[in-house]
Every structure is written in structure tokens, then in C-alpha cells.
């Protein structure tokens, strides 16, 4: 693909972007930013989760584990849809009874300030982490891409980005973040079928075809029963996905901000469960774009050196038609800039109210003030993983939520199941105990436990420990 095709193709989305933003943003209130105006179409929020559950790393990443995984992460994707109940069902009604606009100030309600913060700064943690990487990795391929054409500094890749992304919400906020991920949502998914469809004609193959040789191949295998201490162990990989979810989605400031600028609770919950359903039909369909990815790198002798790149190499370099290469091009911008722009808007949202406690009179200064700060500090965050060289995202990305969001789990676990009053210093320190003793115990684990090594499900023990922690300082009380 010719440079000038790259520098058309991101030029023409960055305007879309900036026509949709400016579009979705006229005429609201000043809440606008934080809640969206709460008038979402529940079918167009639907779509936006589905955008918003899948980031760059996701496009890229998911059909790179086939090689290493198979179909596995479809046992997870179980358990999100089970995850997705409980908000739906448990999260949802909650937060739209309490009418709040930042998740955490549940925390506030039932346990009082302390917890509050620590949630907020938990979320604020977990969340400048995780985006930042998502972004980190897209901007390495635009590096390759383009940027190294040009001699052009990685820092500068990552302060173009974020610039971008800080023009596109700092007025719109989460109204603008709401209609670029459902534009995002079709892009993505034009891309994957084109590139199916692409391949599959380039293999010499019919629709049929190509499905038999999927499932015949060493890359369709699903259920992973036999060996419990297997990473890719299906419950394992189940639990993990069912508390996962429900701690980077329903505790996550991020995602669900688009769910909850629905009108109201029944809207929410309809488009919830409408977009696991269609988050189910998508990532099979990137699984299964991983295993023709595959086997078309093994028909025309193509060594796979690492698989966060094949989809970007066999769309791009391959000889594929233009339409692919460019549809890919689009998707990854695309998840990057809704992606980064969600992370932005919720995290801005979050500091604003939750850490510096804005009131009325403040709140649009501090709020900008805010804005710029975390995009400020996110791009450095990119360039820090620039220097250090983050790998296997996917993994890592889950990695840390296990650890991050571990806490924020236990204190809305224990403040929904128990009437218990917890003294409000020792909040903090249960916290930042939690996931450390959790590490000391994933680390041993394998010594401990006969051979069994944590995943993703150390985030159960994490909270658990963080339940126990509230427990031994806590005393019956009603709640407040």
C-alpha cells in the first residue's frame, strides 16, 4: 500500500471523526460531556458497546492468537455473556436509582469518601495503563506504516494522536464518543468480512471451502477440558471471563458511560444484552479471520514471526485487493481514535468528580483543565511503552485488569451483598494489599498448588482478598 494511499485514507477518517463529533455535540447542556444528555437510541448505544469492547488491540491482536490459543478465547467470550446479565440485571438498575454520573460515587453512598477516592483512583490507574497501551500498539504499526517513511519520532506519533483525540472530545464528551464508536462498530466489521472474503478467494476457495478448513485445521479446536492446569483450561478461562467482564465493563467509568446516557434502565438493559449477542457473532468472526490468516500464511510460505502483525501483513503486503488493505487501515484508526477517546472522556469525567470533587460552579473549568491534563500524561504513557517495548497486548491488558480492577470488584461485591459499615482509613490500604498478596500468590502458585497456575482468574482472588480485608474491618451497621 503507497504511503499516499495511508496518508488519504487517515485524513479522510479524521475528518469524519471530526464532522460526527461536531455533529453529536451541538446544542447540549453543560452535563452533556459527562452523561451524554441521556437520549442515546438504545440500538445505536448497542452497536457503540460493541465498539467500545473491542479496541485496536483487539482487531489486531485476537486473529494472532489462533496459532497459540485456537478458538479458546470463545470459553471466555462465554462468560462475558453471563457477565453481561449480571449488569445488565444487578448494575444497571443500580446506578440508574442512584442517578449517578461517575460509577464511583456508589462507593461514596455506601462506605463514604475514602472509598470513593480509592475506587476512582483504582479506575484512573487500571484505566490510564490499559488505554495508553491500546494505544501504544496502534501507533507502532502506524509507525511502520507511515511514519518511519518520513523520519518521523515516535514521540511524535503518539503527541499527533492524542492531539487529535483531545480536539474531537473536549467539547462533544461522551455524546461524541457514543456515534464514533458506532461508526467505528461498522467499519470494523466491513473490514473483517471483506478480508474473509478476500482470502478466501485468494486460497482458490468457495464459502464452504473455507469452513471446512477451518474446522479441520490445528487452529478451530474450542473446549479445553482435559487439563486443569492448562492457562486455556475452559473454567478457568469461564470464571475469568464472567469476572472480567464485569469488572472492566460494568465497574469500568469507560465502558459504561455509553450504556448509561440511554434514556432509561430498560434501554440500557435491552442494549446491553443486544450488544453481547452481537459481540459473540463479531469475535467469532475475528477467530475465524485468525485461522484463514493462518493458512493462507502457510499456502504462500509466509513465516509468522509474531502475530499481533499477520492481519496488518496480509492485508497490506500480500496482494490482496486495495479495498482490503485500506478497510484495515480505517478499522485501526478508527478503534484508535474512538478507543482513546472513550478512555479520555470517561477518565476526565472521573478525576473531575470523583478526585478533585468539582462543584456547580467549577465544574466546566476544572473539567477542561482536567481534559488536557490526561491527555497530556496518556501520551506520555504511550511513549514511556515506546521505549520499554510492551508485547502480547491482549494478554497483558487482561493481566493488568486482574490486578487493577481486582479491588475496585471486591468493595461493589461487598457493598452489594453485605450491610456491613467498614471503617473508612482502612479502605486504602485494603486495596493496595489486595492485589500485592494476590501477586505473591499467582507467583507461587505453581509450588503451592501442585503444578496449577493463575490466569486471568487471580481477579477472584484478588477479590476475595479485598472482600476479606472489609470484613475484618468492618461492623454490622445499615447501610448509608
Not at 99 to 107: A, F, N, T, W
Not at 263 to 269: L, Y
Request: a positive charge.
Amino acid at each position: 500500500m503507497s504511503h499516499a494511499v495511508i496518508i488519504a485514507t487517515i485524513g479522510l477518517y479524521v475528518a469524519l471523526l471530526f464532522v460526527v463529533a461536531w455533529v453529536s455535540s451541538r446544542g447540549g447542556a453543560r452535563d452533556l460531556f459527562f452523561t451524554g444528555g441521556r437520549n442515546t437510541p438504545r440500538v445505536v448505544a448497542a452497536i457503540a458497546m460493541v465498539g467500545a469492547a473491542m479496541s485496536g488491540v483487539t482487531y489486531i491482536s485476537v486473529p494472532g492468537t489462533v496459532a497459540a490459543d485456537s478458538f479458546s478465547y470463545l470459553q471466555t467470550t462465554l462468560g462475558f455473556f453471563f457477565g453481561y446479565v449480571i449488569i445488565s440485571y444487578l448494575l444497571i438498575p443500580l446506578y440508574y436509582r442512584l442517578g449517578v454520573v461517575s460509577l464511583y460515587e456508589y462507593l461514596d453512598n455506601r462506605f463514604g469518601v475514602s472509598a470513593h477516592r480509592t475506587g476512582a483512583w483504582f479506575f484512573f490507574v487500571a484505566k490510564i495503563l490499559s488505554a495508553s497501551l491500546r494505544a501504544y500498539i496502534i501507533c507502532v504499526v502506524l509507525q511502520e506504516l507511515l511514519y518511519e517513511h518520513y523520519d518521523i519520532p515516535f514521540a511524535v506519533n503518539a503527541f499527533i494522536m492524542m492531539a487529535m483525540v483531545w480536539l474531537y472530545t473536549r467539547r462533544g464528551g461522551v455524546r461524541s464518543v457514543v456515534w464514533v464508536e458506532m461508526v467505528k462498530t461498522i467499519i470494523m466489521l466491513a473490514s473483517i468480512v471483506v478480508a474473509i472474503v478476500a482470502i478466501i478467494g485468494a486460497l482458490g476457495m468457495n464459502f464452504g471451502e473455507a469452513l471446512n478448513a477451518i474446522a479441520h485445521s490445528d487452529y478451530s479446536d474450542v473446549l479445553f477440558m482435559d487439563d486443569p492446569l492448562d492457562r486455556r483450561y475452559f473454567w478457568k478461562q469461564f470464571i475469568a471471563g464472567i469476572f472480567l467482564v464485569v469488572a472492566m465493563t460494568g465497574l469500568d467509568q469507560d465502558m459504561m458511560q455509553t450504556i448509561l446516557s440511554c434514556r432509561n434502565k430498560r434501554d440500557a438493559q435491552r442494549g446491553m444484552m443486544t450488544s453481547i449477542v452481537i459481540q459473540v457473532v463479531v469475535i467469532t468472526l475475528f477467530l475465524c479471520l485468525g485461522a484463514l490468516l493462518y493458512i493462507y500464511a502457510d499456502a504462500n510460505g509466509i513465516v509468522v514471526t509474531q502475530g499481533d502483525t499477520l492481519f496488518g501483513y496480509v492485508a497490506t503486503e500480500c496482494g490482496l485487493p486495495i479495498v482490503v488493505g485500506t478497510l484495515f487501515l480505517l478499522g485501526l484508526v478508527a478503534s484508535t481514535y474512538s478507543s482513546a477517546g472513550s478512555a479520555l472522556t470517561a477518565l476526565t469525567t472521573s478525576f473531575t468528580l470523583d478526585i478533585l470533587g468539582a462543584k456547580a460552579d467549577r465544574v466546566v473549568s476544572l473539567r477542561k483543565l482536567s481534559h488536557t491534563a490526561i491527555a497530556v500524561v496518556m501520551m506520555c504513557v504511550i511513549i514511556i511503552f515506546g521505549y520499554t517495548s510492551a508485547e502480547g497486548a491482549i494478554t497483558l491488558i487482561f493481566t493488568m485488569a486482574s490486578y487493577t480492577y481486582g479491588p475496585l470488584l471486591g468493595m461493589f461485591t461487598f457493598g452489594l451483598f453485605s450491610r456491613r459499615s467498614v471503617r473508612g482509613r482502612a479502605i486504602p490500604f485494603i486495596a493496595i494489599v489486595a492485589p500485592l498478596l494476590s501477586y505473591v500468590v499467582s507467583s507461587n502458585s505453581a509450588m503451592w498448588f501442585g503444578g496449577y497456575v493463575f490466569s486471568y482468574e487471580i481477579i477472584v482472588v484478588n477479590a476475595a482478598i479485598t472482600i476479606l480485608g472489609m470484613f475484618l474491618a468492618s461492623k454490622s451497621a445499615k447501610c448509608r
